[in-house]
């Protein structure tokens, strides 16, 4: 059984950064992709980022553009992602998922954190 636990979620202002974290635990094998999703209330799980296993590949969504950066340290295996310059659109609950190959839909990832909220206000 593999357990993914989000951590560093909050509230931050318009411009701020947070730092996700993302605890890979149970039954791990060789390090997988992980990757990053977002939803905000009534909408659709959007893709955010995703790296291979190595950590030698990463992408990105579109909505990014170079705001966010996702890594992972395989020694404590935990993926992370930066967020800076945050903006209100980017309020939403953010998952982690654990997927055999790097992949940017949803489909492909096997394992699922419960979420962190991320809100962005003023």
């Known amino acids: 059984q593999v357990q993914l636990v989000e951590s560093g979620g909050g509230l931050v202002q318009p411009g701020g950064s947070l730092r996700l974290s993302c605890a890979v635990s149970?039954?791990?094998?060789?390090?997988?992709?992980m990757g990053w999703f977002r939803q905000a209330p009534g909408k659709e799980r959007d893709f955010v980022a995703a790296i291979s296993g190595a950590g030698w590949t990463a992408y990105y969504g579109d909505f990014v553009k170079g705001r966010f950066t996702i890594s992972r340290d395989n020694a404590k295996n935990t993926v992370y992602l930066q967020m800076n310059s945050l903006k209100p659109e980017d309020t939403a609950v953010y998952y982690c998922?654990?997927?055999?190959?790097?992949?940017?839909?949803?489909?492909?990832?096997?394992?699922w954190g419960q979420g962190t909220q991320v809100t962005v206000s003023s």
């Open positions: 149970g039954r791990t094998f060789s390090p997988s992709a």
């Open positions: 998922a654990r997927a055999p190959v790097i992949s940017v839909s949803a489909r492909d990832y096997e394992y």
